[in-house]
């Protein structure tokens, strides 16, 4: 068959269990000791492997493979982490990151291993340090046998289990020859034995098992309170199961199929129950989550497009259901009106799905960045942890497809020239680990995403001087500004503070490219600090792009619709109390003075002046901490509009930033609200 | 003997034009347009084609020939060249003919008024007819509007 069919899906995997690799082995890098997460990062390694064995790309195999006998070793407790082994399996994951690549790109995912294959055969033999003596030694050993025996840790937590009282079974299922689905029917009898206690070890593995690499019968070790006839009866309830054999273990038993211990094992046995043991059986089971029962997800793979069309689809029948209403309420007829409100309901409903179907949780973008702030921090020469919140939340794909390239600006602008290097930090009080936060939450209609370090805060003084030094103000407008606005000066185009061009971050091209990227994503960008505080990055991004909801409003024969979400209210203006203050037009509203725009002269409407009006519907509009009251002809309503864009012919005009399709046919443009606040 | 065209014929202030078949989408009877403000004049706003939001232009306009208001006769022909789609409007459009790519000739310096960089060459036809073929990418080519508004400015 062909194998191209099969490639996309590959690619995917393989993306994900990268992923998850780098996601492990940094968890791993601040708990060396957690074999749980070794076990985590061997079944994606040996995933890996399998799949490109497959699919033919050699040394992606090859290397995982190499990786993979490393790993067996630490999870065996052959062999210990050092920073020397976590640097190779590092750059061995960057190595299969740049081949995956290659393969995406349509290459073949060839590159030169040997180097990395090298250094992890050292590994394996113990040849990386002096004092491996103990793990050369363990290393022939470290073969996985065919028979179902435990490994130190797996044993300790059966006899400590024995030792309070639970009982120890060695379950034997085999399933039919002529069963179709038998990793179903493996994964039934998980679940099973996951309601009779805890699953400790299964041979073959539950990866394996998952993925029907297993011939008809597999081996699981459990821990339980249900008798061995129970525990039988309820295994051979499930269809197509040929036999079970239970067969409870006791201490002695459990003995026999351990592996005689090593010399050097005593202590690890030593400090490995009491980690394990004090937790009990309940702290086991959140530690280990139910292998079988939480990996099989389920969801499916959808292609990209496919949801654009969906999207595209609904967006059509949206416009007729705006049109139908209209109608409906034209034609009065109860029963017409009826139908068309039960189709609203059932239509916002599925707006609804359509709109979650296309959320992508931020985790997608975040997940790369823990990495990266340790690679930087190390190239730095400086201490800093990334701690990530809310990566749960979910932002339209269209607009996590756009927001990782300016995180990455930010969080390297933080680590580069936010936190300070660990002898300043000391000397200013500080601990010497800088601290950037990463939080995403919803809030209205919008998702925040902030990037707060603990590092030394912007300076006033060096950005205005670096401003005036680059011609974007003068002294004297620098004098005038709040700290705000001189914060903000460090987006104007042009714009770097770093007194060293760094390899990192100091390109000069930096956060002026941030916030156009943003603003085109209709969000914005601010900025807090405190001197010797730190810093804090705001991004807000709105939740959806495709569908928003608007006041429409009459211009004359023409009609505008507004986002909702820069509205806070609308009024109605007499002329008598539009004051002109300097040669601008301002009203007093709600205690402070804010200006009025005309949005027929905005739009330079060929029908309807304002000035001929003595009392104006006006809208109040916010953009940050900014105000401002736009006068209007009438307002028709509010209502759900589908983004459309203007076409690339039209771009780059700024006062509209789409168009929109209203139940008439009629297209109405939806006017910019920053076009409206400057 | 050169290559076979498929040619779109169209008039446009009592000449006739041609471009060629692959780059039209469609041709419409004239419909409402919604106007866009802070435009060149010659952009007449946006359609909803099945919809597609789509800006139309009125060729007259665009090369400065007089415009005209809309006849029963005018239609909007959508093309779409590059990653560009826009509507012109045209006096008439009506006919699709076949001509010999041999039989284009480079462009005079200006031909109905119109500056011989819009333009592919001009076709001689079997009847004796010449049909001007336009230079789509040209037309559309946006920095020269850019240019323009800054000198209207």
Same mark, same amino acid.
């Given at each position: 068959?062909?194998? /191209?069919?099969?490639?996309?899906?590959?690619?995917?995997?393989?993306?994900?269990?990268?992923?998850?690799?780098? +996601?492990?082995?940094?968890?791993?890098? /601040?708990?060396?000791?957690?074999?749980?997460?070794?076990?985590?990062?061997?079944?994606?390694?040996?995933?890996?492997?399998?799949?490109?064995?497959?699919?033919?790309?050699?040394?992606?195999?090859?290397?995982?493979?190499?990786?993979?006998?490393?790993?067996?070793?630490?999870?065996?407790?052959?062999?210990?982490?050092?920073?020397?082994?976590?640097?190779?399996?590092?750059?061995?994951?960057?190595?299969?990151?740049?081949?995956?690549?290659?393969?995406?790109?349509?290459?073949?995912?060839?590159?030169?291993?040997?180097?990395?294959?090298?250094?992890?055969?050292?590994?394996?033999?113990? +040849?990386?340090?002096?004092?491996?003596?103990?793990?050369?030694?363990?290393?022939?050993?470290?073969?996985?046998?065919?028979?179902?025996?435990?490994?130190?840790?797996?044993?300790?937590?059966?006899?400590?289990?024995?030792?309070?009282?639970?009982?120890?079974?060695?379950?034997?299922?085999?399933?039919?020859?002529?069963?179709?689905?038998?990793?179903? =029917?493996?994964?039934?009898?998980?679940?099973?034995?996951?309601?009779?206690? +805890?699953?400790?070890?299964?041979?073959?593995?539950?990866?394996?098992?998952?993925?029907?690499?297993?011939?008809?019968?597999?081996?699981?070790?459990?821990?339980?309170?249900?008798?061995?006839?129970?525990?039988?009866?309820?295994?051979? $309830?499930?269809?197509?199961?040929?036999?079970?054999?239970?067969?409870?273990?006791?201490?002695?038993?459990?003995?026999?199929?351990?592996?005689?211990?090593?010399?050097?094992?005593?202590?690890?046995?030593?400090?490995?129950?009491?980690?394990?043991?004090?937790?009990?059986?309940?702290?086991?089971?959140?530690?280990?989550?139910?292998?079988?029962?939480?990996?099989?997800?389920?969801?499916?793979?959808?292609?990209?497009?496919?949801?654009?069309?969906?999207?595209?689809?609904?967006?059509?029948?949206?416009?007729?259901?705006?049109?139908?209403?209209?109608?409906?309420?034209?034609?009065?007829?109860?029963?017409?009106?009826?139908?068309?409100?039960?189709?609203?309901?059932?239509?916002?409903?599925?707006?609804?799905?359509?709109?979650?179907?296309?959320?992508?949780?931020?985790?997608?973008?975040?997940?790369?960045?823990?990495?990266?702030?340790?690679?930087?921090?190390?190239?730095?020469?400086?201490?800093?942890?990334?701690?990530?919140?809310?990566?749960?939340?979910?932002?339209?794909?269209?607009?996590?497809?756009?927001?990782?390239?300016?995180?990455?600006?930010?969080?390297?602008?933080?680590?580069?020239? *936010?936190?300070?290097?660990?002898?300043?930090?000391?000397?200013?009080?500080?601990?010497?680990?800088?601290?950037?936060?990463?939080?995403?939450?919803?809030?209205?209609?919008?998702?925040?995403?902030?990037?707060?370090?603990?590092?030394?805060?912007?300076?006033?003084?060096?950005?205005?001087?670096?401003?005036?030094?680059? *011609?974007?103000?003068?002294?004297?407008?620098?004098?005038?500004?709040?700290?705000?606005?001189?914060?903000?000066?460090?987006?104007?185009?042009?714009?770097?503070?770093?007194?060293?061009?760094?390899?990192?971050?100091?390109?000069?091209?930096?956060?002026?490219?941030? =916030?156009?990227?943003?603003?085109?994503? *209709?969000?914005?960008?601010?900025?807090?600090?405190?001197?010797?505080? $730190?810093?804090?990055?705001?991004?807000?991004?709105?939740?959806?792009?495709?569908?928003?909801?608007?006041?429409?409003?009459?211009? *004359?024969?023409?009609?505008?619709?507004?986002?909702?979400?820069?509205?806070?209210?609308?009024?109605?203006?007499?002329?008598?109390?539009?004051?002109?203050?300097?040669?601008?037009?301002?009203? +007093?509203?709600?205690?402070?003075?804010?200006?009025?725009?005309?949005?027929?002269?905005?739009?330079?409407?060929?029908?309807?002046?304002?000035?001929?009006?003595?009392?104006?519907?006006?809208?109040?509009?916010?953009?940050?901490?900014?105000?401002?009251?736009?006068?209007?002809?009438?307002?028709?309503?509010?209502?759900?509009?589908?983004?459309?864009?203007?076409?690339?012919?039209?771009?780059?005009?700024?006062?509209?930033?789409?168009?929109?399709?209203?139940?008439?046919?009629?297209?109405?443009?939806?006017?910019?609200?920053?076009?409206?606040?400057? | 003997?050169?290559?076979?065209?498929?040619?779109?014929?169209?008039?446009?202030?009592?000449?006739?034009?041609?471009?060629?078949?692959?780059?039209?989408?469609?041709?419409?009877?004239?419909?409402?347009?919604?106007?866009?403000?802070?435009?060149?004049?010659?952009?007449? @706003?946006?359609?909803?084609?099945?919809?597609?939001?789509?800006?139309?232009?009125?060729?007259?306009?665009?090369?400065?020939?007089?415009?005209?208001?809309?006849?029963?006769? %005018?239609?909007?022909?959508?093309?779409?060249?590059?990653?560009?789609?826009?509507?012109?409007?045209?006096?008439?459009?009506?006919?699709?003919?076949?001509?010999? %790519?041999?039989?284009?000739? %480079?462009?005079?310096?200006?031909?109905? @008024?119109?500056?011989?960089?819009?333009?592919? @060459?001009?076709?001689?036809?079997?009847?004796?007819?010449?049909?001007?073929?336009?230079?789509?990418?040209?037309?559309?080519?946006?920095?020269?509007?850019?240019?323009?508004?800054?000198?209207?400015?």
């Amino acid at each position: 068959m062909d194998m /191209n069919a099969y490639l996309s899906m590959f690619i995917d995997e393989s993306n994900d269990h990268l992923q998850a690799l780098n +996601e492990n082995l940094l968890r791993l890098e /601040n708990s060396p000791d957690d074999l749980t997460i070794v076990q985590d990062i061997f079944r994606s390694a040996h995933t890996l492997k399998g799949m490109s064995a497959t699919m033919g790309f050699e040394d992606l195999a090859h290397l995982t493979h190499e990786m993979e006998n490393v790993l067996d070793l630490v999870r065996n407790g052959k062999l210990s982490m050092d920073s020397f082994i976590f640097d190779t399996l590092f750059k061995g994951l960057d190595a299969l990151e740049s081949m995956v690549k290659d393969i995406v790109g349509g290459g073949t995912g060839k590159l030169d291993v040997t180097e990395l294959v090298g250094q992890l055969k050292k590994i394996v033999s113990g +040849e990386h340090t002096a004092g491996a003596e103990a793990a050369a030694s363990a290393a022939p050993q470290a073969q996985p046998s065919g028979e179902a025996v435990l490994d130190q840790y797996q044993y300790s937590v059966l006899q400590q289990s024995i030792g309070t009282g639970h009982r120890v079974y060695r379950t034997i299922v085999t399933i039919r020859k002529d069963c179709v689905l038998k990793s179903a =029917r493996a994964y039934m009898v998980f679940n099973v034995l996951e309601q009779a206690g +805890e699953v400790v070890k299964s041979q073959p593995s539950v990866q394996d098992i998952e993925q029907e690499k297993f011939d008809n019968s597999f081996t699981v070790f459990l821990i339980s309170q249900w008798t061995a006839d129970d525990l039988k009866k309820q295994i051979a $309830g499930i269809s197509e199961i040929e036999a079970v054999e239970v067969t409870e273990l006791d201490a002695e038993a459990l003995n026999a199929l351990s592996r005689p211990s090593q010399p050097s094992e005593p202590e690890r046995k030593a400090d490995k129950p009491q980690a394990a043991g004090p937790a009990g059986q309940a702290g086991q089971g959140e530690k280990r989550p139910p292998a079988a029962g939480g990996a099989v997800a389920k969801t499916i793979r959808v292609d990209i497009e496919r949801l654009d069309v969906l999207m595209n689809l609904f967006s059509e029948l949206l416009i007729d259901r705006v049109r139908l209403e209209q109608l409906a309420s034209e034609i009065r007829s109860a029963e017409l009106t009826e139908t068309v409100e039960h189709m609203s309901r059932i239509s916002a409903d599925l707006q609804n799905i359509v709109l979650k179907l296309r959320m992508v949780p931020v985790e997608t973008v975040f997940n790369r960045f823990p990495r990266m702030v340790r690679d930087l921090a190390k190239s730095l020469n400086k201490k800093v942890d990334l701690v990530i919140t809310g990566a749960e939340t979910e932002l339209d794909r269209t607009v996590i497809d756009e927001i990782g390239d300016p995180l990455v600006h930010l969080l390297r602008n933080s680590v580069d020239h *936010g936190i300070e290097p660990a002898d300043k930090r000391l000397e200013a009080g500080k601990p010497e680990t800088g601290t950037v936060h990463l939080r995403a939450f919803h809030s209205g209609n919008n998702v925040f995403i902030e990037i707060e370090d603990d590092g030394g805060g912007i300076r006033r003084d060096k950005v205005l001087a670096t401003a005036v030094k680059r *011609g974007i103000i003068t002294e004297e407008q620098g004098k005038a500004m709040t700290d705000e606005e001189v914060y903000m000066l460090i987006f104007a185009p042009g714009f770097s503070t770093a007194e060293q061009v760094s390899d990192i971050s100091g390109r000069g091209v930096g956060l002026d490219v941030v =916030r156009s990227k943003i603003n085109s994503l *209709g969000g914005s960008v601010t900025v807090r600090s405190e001197l010797g505080k $730190g810093t804090v990055f705001s991004i807000q991004l709105p939740l959806t792009l495709s569908i928003i909801s608007a006041m429409l409003l009459k211009l *004359g024969s023409e009609k505008y619709a507004i986002p909702l979400s820069s509205i806070m209210e609308t009024t109605i203006i007499k002329r008598s109390q539009i004051h002109n203050i300097h040669g601008n037009a301002m009203i +007093e509203f709600r205690g402070a003075i804010i200006p009025v725009v005309s949005l027929a002269e905005l739009v330079d409407s060929p029908d309807y002046d304002d000035k001929r009006e003595e009392e104006c519907e006006a809208i109040i509009i916010r953009k940050g901490d900014k105000w401002a009251a736009v006068l209007v002809d009438d307002f028709i309503g509010q209502s759900d509009i589908v983004l459309k864009p203007l076409g690339k012919y039209l771009s780059g005009y700024s006062v509209i930033s789409g168009a929109t399709i209203l139940g008439d046919g009629q297209v109405a443009l939806i006017i910019d609200p920053n076009a409206m606040i400057r | 003997m050169g290559e076979e065209l498929k040619v779109i014929v169209f008039a446009l202030a009592g000449e006739q034009y041609g471009i060629e078949v692959d780059k039209v989408r469609t041709i419409e009877r004239m419909m409402p347009i919604t106007r866009v403000p802070k435009t060149p004049a010659f952009v007449k @706003g946006v359609i909803n084609l099945r919809g597609v939001v789509i800006p139309v232009i009125d060729l007259r306009g665009r090369f400065g020939l007089p415009e005209t208001e809309a006849t029963d006769t %005018s239609r909007i022909i959508i093309v779409q060249v590059n990653d560009l789609e826009v509507g012109f409007i045209v006096d008439a459009a009506n006919d699709v003919i076949d001509i010999d %790519s041999d039989r284009i000739d %480079s462009p005079p310096e200006v031909v109905g @008024g119109i500056k011989a960089k819009y333009l592919r @060459g001009v076709a001689r036809l079997d009847d004796d007819r010449l049909l001007i073929m336009l230079n789509l990418v040209e037309v559309l080519n946006k920095e020269e509007i850019i240019q323009l508004e800054q000198f209207e400015v």
